[in-house]
């Protein structure tokens, strides 16, 4: 390395560390790391080569010219984050055009939305195989220093993360308009026994639901961590705010896929007129992003909630025995100990409140895009089908 490598001046400034007096561990900690530094510095050094830069020798001033020549070029494939590769998947096709020239009439008295606009940055669309866009621009602005408007109006950014045009069908009215029925549950509300209903019949018959002009998703429209009958969950789990850290089952490259299938899904189904139908109790996280929600519900305008009421006195016991069959064998090898129902309610009260059926669809009418939440009292279901038999 010569004598303006950065890299130098910080390997040698560690060395310098060596000749202070250390014995025993310490000792041998250090060296080891002296040497692991000493070899990334030299591999960083192979790869960007020497700076020309004769007049300063400082690392920030050599990162800050090499940052601005990167932005200046577009060329930011470097190697020393995943969130920098720039050979990701490019943006699918969008679906056929349908020919239609009516004008859609919206009545802003019965439905309001957020929806997007053409060439509006899409902080949810994918940037690579394993970074989204608001990923890109987050890194962008603490690498390089630059303000978020800045980074997005980075050459790179715009071409990905920019809304194109979507051809899309119109229709006289909204009221013609199709909808999203989306069952979210909660927990313990008879939502998985649903499920494994409608999937059985559409393993069958997967026509069976067109003739009532309703499309459930399949796993290739929907893909994700979960299958067979759980496929609608793979929308929640991508719907979290955080991901994984948010409780959920996927990380966001586990979501790569569903980004780029759903949204196809969505387009063709409201291009025929056709109805969807989504059922998911995991849609009662507190931790779901409604905004991601909404763009990938997109195009449609129409949200239906369902949620489904069980008392408190029979939900939160049930609640409680499927927790407990989940950490049996946790339980049974003393690694936790096991809670009376009292003990558990005196301590979870609070959280499980917060993901009742009530709770839940306050939550969705916050929100402009839902047009109607429906709660559901199963009680009086239940006692129907009684006096049916």
Not at 17 to 24: I, L, N, P, R, V
Not at 238 to 252: A, F, I, T, V, W
Not at 278 to 298: G, K, M, N, S, T
Not at 376 to 386: G, I
Request: hydrophobic residues 35%.
């Amino acid at each position: 390395a010569t004598a303006t490598d950065p890299y130098d001046v910080r390997v040698s400034s560690l060395r310098s560390m060596e000749t202070k007096k250390f014995t025993g561990r310490e000792a041998r900690v250090l060296r080891v790391l002296v040497v692991a530094i000493t070899f990334v510095s030299s591999m960083q050094f192979l790869v960007y080569g020497p700076t020309n830069h004769k007049h300063s020798t400082s690392i920030h001033d050599f990162y800050s010219d090499r940052i601005a020549n990167e932005i200046a070029s577009g060329n930011t494939n470097t190697n020393d984050n995943r969130n920098l590769r720039e050979d990701g998947p490019q943006q699918p096709p969008p679906p056929p055009v349908v020919q239609n020239n009516d004008t859609v009439s919206v009545d802003p008295t019965k439905i309001k939305t957020e929806d997007y606009t053409v060439g509006e940055f899409c902080p949810y669309c994918s940037f690579s195989e394993e970074a989204l866009c608001i990923e890109r621009v987050q890194y962008m602005t603490g690498r390089y220093k630059i303000s978020e408007e800045e980074a997005k109006k980075n050459h790179l950014v715009a071409k990905k993360c920019k809304k194109p045009p979507r051809p899309r069908r119109t229709y006289n009215s909204l009221e013609e308009e199709p909808y999203v029925i989306i069952h979210a549950g909660p927990h313990k509300t008879g939502t998985t026994a649903l499920q494994a209903f409608i999937y059985d019949m559409l393993f069958a018959n997967e026509t069976i639901l067109l003739k009532d002009n309703l499309r459930v998703p399949s796993y290739d429209e929907l893909p994700g961590v979960f299958g067979k009958e759980g496929v609608g969950l793979n929308l929640p789990h991508c719907s979290l705010d955080k991901y994984k850290n948010s409780g959920g089952g996927m990380l966001p490259p586990m979501c790569h896929r569903m980004r780029v299938a759903f949204p196809q899904f969505m387009f063709d189904a409201y291009n025929k007129s056709q109805n969807v139908l989504i059922v998911a109790e995991d849609f009662d996280r507190a931790e779901i992003d409604y905004h991601r929600l909404r763009y990938f519900l997109r195009p449609y305008r129409k949200v239906k909630i369902i949620t489904m009421y069980r008392r408190l006195q029979d939900w939160l016991p049930s609640y409680y025995n499927q927790i407990m069959d989940h950490y049996t064998l946790t339980y049974a090898a003393g690694e936790e100990k096991y809670p009376s129902i009292v003990d558990w309610l005196e301590e979870k009260y609070d959280e499980f409140l917060n993901v009742h059926a009530m709770a839940l669809a306050n939550r969705f009418r916050k929100y402009d895009y839902v047009e109607s939440v429906k709660i559901v009292n199963m009680h009086e279901v239940v006692k129907k089908s009684n006096n049916l038999e």
